[in-house]
């Protein structure tokens, strides 16, 4: 699918009003339906519900109109509801990530069926007639009304233990996993194709011949950079026949007549050219984690920061978030990052990308938790034990580097602050233990 269209599905899913749109769209269609079926089986209804069938229009009118005030005052609180949960939210765990909180499905649902029931009544309620030649009171549209006014009682019932459950901190941070999950699982896929050795020397060669003889292309507009249309690049720089190198990656702020790619061999370029490099780049007015893993992590640095805090003192949190962070870079390390290098299909180099590296993810991950963190010893126990379970079967030699600095780090930067002897000890050992596992052989079966 094309990027674009990716990040704009992408900002549609993480909005509160796309699903409650789509529900009453449909239940506008579930209203011009039903109201055909009564008309076309009006007197079958009425031999079948017997006297229930035999309902008058204000009859009609005054349960639809209970339905609908009752169901849209209901609403009322769900929204109210909402907001103080995101106020809280936004307070308690930073306003980054409000948007874990804003597509929850299990919200937008609730919402969607409490409007999609409105409507549905109204819409009812509008096709009731009761002048003598042309009475028609819709009992299936009527009755429908009233069973989805006890599917909104049992959506709302849902809906306050939902909110309950969504801002207590465990579940906090495993929504956040998630979506760190998300991301790296997106990285790792994007990687199928590996670096490789030539692809690299080629890369580095061709880019020392040409360096003096290439031009800049500067971007149109500014933005935090979302993502980056690759296929649109590699084919337009296969139909010019030149080569780009990018400047910039998903996550950084792009200033407007800043540089976005350096090109190769340096000639005349259209406009259209610079027109399409510019559509390639997908700038919007926030970071999103569509192609940035490093803003995927730093939402959940940003909730152990909190954690950290002196106003919130919730040192488990923090280890909670820190167990986290190292599953997922545990996953990149046994997966790999992707490949800066992007060929066409006539396997010539197009594209070299600005891709991180292991050592900038270690830093994004665990730099400022050990820094706001190396007072806690429970803190600085749980960082050394995450870095030895990455360690345990990791051959990557930039892996392993990242480790190795990250433990001198967190090891050095606690000294001052670990007065108990027992403590001293505790630290030591995971220090140790994380060198040991360093320079003990993958084992076969976990290597296999």
């Not at 874990?100 to 009812?124: C, H, P, W």
């Not at 870095?387 to 580097?401: D, H, M, P, S, Y």
Request: glycine share 6%.
């Amino acid at each position: 699918m094309n990027t674009r269209l990716i990040n704009i599905w992408y900002a549609i899913r993480s909005s509160l009003w796309f699903l409650p749109a789509i529900l009453t769209l449909l239940a506008g269609a579930l209203a011009m339906a039903t109201l055909m079926a009564d008309q076309t089986f009006r007197d079958t209804i009425t031999r079948i519900l017997g006297p229930f069938g035999t309902m008058g229009p204000d009859g009609a009118r005054a349960l639809l109109s209970t339905v609908a005030g009752s169901v849209i005052t209901i609403a009322g609180v769900a929204f109210s509801i909402t907001i103080v949960a995101l106020t809280l939210a936004s307070s308690q765990f930073g306003p980054r990530l409000l948007r874990t909180f804003m597509k929850d499905k299990g919200n937008q649902l609730v919402l969607g069926i409490f409007i999609a029931t409105f409507v549905y009544s109204l819409l009812v309620m509008g096709a009731i007639r009761d002048a003598e030649h042309q009475l028609f009171v819709p009992i299936i549209s009527v009755f429908s009304s009233l069973m989805f006014a006890l599917v909104s009682l049992g959506a709302f019932i849902y809906f306050i233990h939902n909110v309950s459950t969504s801002i207590h901190a465990d579940n906090v941070v495993f929504a956040i996993s998630q979506d760190l999950n998300r991301a790296v699982g997106r990285m790792v896929a994007k990687g199928a194709n590996r670096q490789t050795h030539e692809a690299e020397s080629t890369a580095k060669a061709w880019t020392q011949e040409n360096e003096e003889n290439s031009i800049l292309i500067v971007s149109s507009e500014n933005g935090y950079l979302q993502a980056i249309d690759f296929p649109n690049l590699v084919k337009l720089a296969k139909e010019q026949d030149i080569r780009f190198k990018l400047l910039h990656r998903p996550g950084d702020f792009v200033m407007k007549s800043h540089s976005l790619v350096r090109l190769w061999p340096k000639k005349e370029i259209p406009d259209e050219v610079h027109r399409i490099v510019n559509q390639a780049f997908i700038l919007g007015s926030q970071r999103t984690d569509e192609q940035d893993i490093e803003y995927a992590i730093h939402q959940m640095v940003e909730l152990a920061l909190r954690a950290l805090s002196p106003g919130i003192n919730d040192p488990f949190t923090a280890m909670s978030c820190i167990d986290w962070l190292g599953a997922a870079i545990n996953q990149l390390a046994e997966q790999g990052l992707p490949t800066p290098y992007y060929h066409d299909d006539q396997d010539e180099l197009r594209v070299i990308a600005d891709v991180p590296e292991m050592a900038g993810i270690f830093d994004a991950a665990f730099s400022q938790i050990r820094q706001h963190g190396c007072n806690n010893v429970a803190v600085t126990l749980r960082l050394l034990e995450t870095f030895k379970g990455i360690a345990v079967c990791t051959e990557n030699q930039e892996v392993r580097t990242a480790i190795s600095r990250h433990a001198e780090m967190v090891h050095g930067a606690s000294q001052p602050h670990v007065v108990a002897k027992s403590d001293k000890d505790d630290v030591e050992d995971r220090y140790k233990a994380v060198f040991e596992t360093l320079n003990t052989p993958c084992p076969e079966s976990l290597s296999s």
